[in-house]
């Protein structure tokens, strides 16, 4: 075929006297024609223009052109082509209608697009290979007109011609140790790769440059060109950057003829030839390059996120997750149907908090155009995935959208995006937040959603609580409960006529299964005076439990807690002006049940609500600290108020009663380590506070001196504790 774009080139041009004549307008057509079939838009639309001076009575010129500026970015001028040929009767192509409704979904114009779609579907056959995709693009509109109204606080730039070439620019990847630098993969003129095709030929106007890898740095907001990397990582092949591991020492890559099968390599930045060996060594997972097997994405070095095509899924690409233990990668497992479809999943990225993953899918009941970003919450509760959630325009568009990745920070993300107003084939583009993504910002316990159940279960066989009752019942026969916390009057009045319903339900609950035990942890809104806000705290907790009491719950199955204003879940002040809607919130009796294991029972209280305006990560903070093993120190027992000043001097301050004994137990600090616990306790005692103890806590609920022992295997600090 080069030979005979050559050979057609060269009949067009005729040289006289040293200057050279327009093209011949007939050569130019079939040019055009050749450049058009091999997807050369800009190459034929110049060679169409000219045969159009010539003839511009051809109508499928016109169309061809219009359709050569949809595909160059052009999209007025393809309308402009387009709308002109409705108006001729003698031209009855269906495709008309085809890029007509691309052309306004292209603009978020759904309604059009799906008046010029269904159009097209009128007249083609029944059994046109294109009546599904065009019914699926349909459906995208539809949900397109769905979320159209929702308002956006993303901005997204393309980051322009210094770093986007006329080739195709994908994968961004932020650096793990540098604000302001990125890596991605490229294929581009001037890359080490060349014009090559699949069998590593030079190719012909069919062909295109094999993709290197690159980094690109911003300075001032400015970015600087590309630089590419190492020699020793480009070579003649397609090379493909996938991930580093965590602290940036290791480099994932994928090299191979096509960028659809190769193998993958890890490189570890060795600069000096004589340091490296002839080939690097092969990545030793479970994944199947050769096959399909792409997108790879490693969260904290030891689990493993990848798109595949492989038998057993539930439709093209799916999304599976495999974890490294014990010096190998388990066998890949399926996220399910509620991340995967019988649709295409692609480019997995996990945030920091294990919970949240973003996809791009290609579905068209999630998607408005083609592949979309999207985001899916693991609910640790119900060990579930919540629904996806599309952020819509500007960050997904009517093209493909894919290879996602928020900043280390949460406060912008890098994709890829083939949107027609970029600079090439497919752009790099940056998304912008107005705050930091919550989800990239905090850690859980455990770090990954895979975990949740084993984590969960181990839990339950320490502490003798919580277990999935599915193990022992069928789903029919379990009760189900969905409880809110216990939000109080700003007079402190906590039996109100919705709480008294929720204590009612407890109660009877705690009557018919009499081993159930109960935590109230009660906060407040800071509004009383310091002195008595955490005693005030726990007076409110008592006015449940004494309820609960009444209603013939077993009072020594009910803990109280109390922690005042120390951990607010909402800002209780907005610009320096009160926030009543977040004191609202901090006014709450927090619910937790312990010992319903081997019940059928699934209680889930549910969390409040707190607008991302008016979050406050103290309690986050609280949770955090709290997972696994803390230490506090206990610096009074009291029948009454304790009111002396350690209480107000030391952070952490909480107040817990047992109930049958009647005595409140003050203590005061929040440690990981006994170690820390231990330094604290010895500034208390010389500040007067003599009788101090420490008290070891798993994942917040106070241990007793027997309880310890049996831990130290899974919490070895607490050998230290026993040694004291």
């Known amino acids: 075929m080069r030979k005979k774009i050559v050979a057609l080139i060269a009949c067009s041009l005729v040289v006289v006297g040293g200057i ?34 010539y003839d511009p009575t051809d109508l499928e010129t016109k169309f061809r052109a219009g359709v050569c500026y949809f595909e160059t970015g052009k999209l007025q001028d393809a309308r402009r082509n387009f ?67 929702a308002k956006s606080s993303i901005f997204v730039e393309n980051l322009g011609p210094r770093v986007n070439s006329a080739g195709n620019d994908f994968r961004p990847i932020p650096s793990m140790n540098q604000d302001g630098k990125f890596y991605f993969s490229s294929s581009r003129e001037g890359n080490v790769g060349s014009l090559r095709n699949a069998a590593g030929e030079i190719a012909g106007i069919e062909g295109g440059y094999n993709s290197d890898m690159f980094s690109a740095t911003s300075t001032g907001g400015q970015w600087a060109a590309p630089v590419p990397m190492s020699f020793l990582l480009n070579g003649f092949k397609n090379d493909v950057l996938l991930d580093f591991n965590r602290d940036g020492s290791q480099l994932y890559y994928f090299q191979g003829l096509t960028l659809y099968s190769g ?50 899924g539930l439709g093209g690409f799916d999304l599976y997750l495999t974890v490294h233990s014990k010096g ?124 949740v159940r084993d984590f969960k279960l181990q839990f339950a066989r320490r502490m003798g609580i919580v277990d999935d009752p599915s193990a022992f019942f069928s789903e029919d026969q379990i009760e ?20 008294m319903r929720t204590l009612t339900a407890i109660a009877d609950l705690m009557v018919r299964y009499p081993q159930i035990k109960i935590m109230l942890t009660s906060h407040s809104d800071g509004a009383d005076p310091d002195n008595v806000d955490l005693f005030f705290s726990a007076k409110r907790a008592e006015a ?43 006014r709450r009796i927090d619910i937790a049940f312990f010992q319903t294991s081997g019940l059928p029972l699934r209680i889930r209280v549910k969390d409040p609500v707190v607008p991302e305006q008016m979050i406050n990560t103290a309690w986050d903070f609280y949770s955090k600290s709290t997972q696994g093993l803390s230490y506090k120190l206990q610096i009074a027992e009291s029948q009454q108020m304790f009111t002396h000043e350690l209480l107000f001097r030391y952070p952490h301050a909480m107040i817990e009663k047992e109930t049958t004994k009647g005595y409140y137990l003050y203590t005061v600090g929040l440690y990981k380590t006994f170690k820390s616990a231990g330094q604290l306790q010895q500034d208390l005692i010389r500040n007067g506070a003599q009788d101090t103890r420490i008290i070891p806590y798993i994942d917040g609920i106070r241990l007793e001196e027997t309880q310890v022992a049996p831990l130290t295997k899974d919490f070895p600090d607490l050998e230290n504790f026993l040694q004291r």
Not at 279 to 297: H, I, K, S
Not at 482 to 490: A, Q, S
Not at 553 to 577: E, F, T, W
């Open 20 to 53: 050279q004549a327009q093209p011949d307008p007939k050569s130019s057509k079939k040019i055009a024609e050749e450049y058009f079939n091999v997807g050369k838009y800009q190459e034929a639309l110049q060679n169409y223009l000219v045969y159009q001076s």
């Open 83 to 149: 709308s002109s040929l409705q108006e001729e009767e003698k031209y009855t192509n269906p495709q008309l209608y085809f890029y007509l409704g691309l052309s306004s979904h292209s603009t978020f114009q759904f309604l059009d697009a799906i008046h010029h779609y269904k159009e097209y579907l009128r007249r083609i056959e029944n059994n046109h290979p294109k009546r599904g995709m065009v019914k699926d693009k349909i459906r995208q509109c539809s949900f397109g007109i769905r979320i159209q109204q």
């Open 263 to 312: 193998d993958i390599f890890v490189d570890t930045f060795r600069t000096r030839p004589e340091d490296r060996s002839l080939f690097p060594p092969l990545f030793q997972g479970p994944v199947r390059p050769w096959e399909g097997d792409c997108d790879l994405y490693f969260f904290q070095d030891t689990i493993l996120l990848f798109s595949s095509q492989r038998e057993g």
């Open 328 to 451: 190998f990668w388990s066998e890949p497992l399926n996220l399910g149907p509620k991340v995967n479809t019988a649709y295409d999943e692609r480019g997995p990225f996990l945030a920091t908090d294990g919970r949240t993953l973003y996809f791009s899918t290609n579905n068209p009941m999630r998607s408005i155009g083609d592949f979309d970003v999207v985001r899916i919450f693991y609910d640790d509760a119900t060990e579930a995935w919540q629904d996806p959630w599309n952020p819509g325009v500007p960050l997904n568009s009517a093209e493909d959208d894919l290879h996602f990745r928020l900043s280390r920070d949460g406060m912008k993300a890098y994709f890829s995006s083939d949107r027609k107003n970029g600079f090439g084939q497919s752009d790099i583009y940056i998304a912008h937040f107005r705050e930091s993504q919550r989800e990239q910002t905090r850690t859980m316990n455990p770090i990954v959603f895979s975990q």
């Open 480 to 499: 189900k409960y969905f409880l809110e916390p216990l939000y109080y009057e700003e007079n402190g009045d906590v039996l109100t006529g919705r709480n």
């Open 544 to 586: 449940a439990m004494e309820f609960l009491a009444r209603n013939g719950a077993d009072l020594g199955h009910i803990m109280i807690r109390a922690v005042g204003k120390g951990y607010p879940r909402a800002n209780s002040q907005l610009n320096d002006a009160p926030n009543p809607a977040g004191r609202q919130l901090n």
